[in-house]
């Protein structure tokens, strides 16, 4: 594998992580950890939230050809 085709895929793979941190968290481990009386919104459980418009992530973008050159 080349390294400009390594840099993309490692790429893929810092997005793909980072996208499972933005998720909630499920129903059912709002019931265990608050009890089954309580209502509670499942962002209130997850300790990372990230947005794609707030929080940017430090991943440097590909090198693209000028468009100037043709």
């Known amino acids: 594998m080349t ?3 390594k840099k ?3 790429k893929k793979i810092k997005l793909s992580k980072q996208n499972k941190r933005t998720k909630w968290a499920p129903v ?3 019931f265990k950890k608050l009890g089954a009386g309580k209502k ?3 962002s209130s459980v997850t300790h990372i939230k990230r947005h794609w ?3 940017k992530l430090k991943i440097k973008p590909r090198r693209q050809k000028k468009k100037q050159l043709g």
């Open 28 to 30: 059912w481990v709002v």
């Open 53 to 55: 418009k707030n929080t």
């Open 8 to 10: 993309r895929y490692q």
């Open 40 to 42: 509670a919104h499942p």
């Open 3 to 5: 390294t400009s085709r």
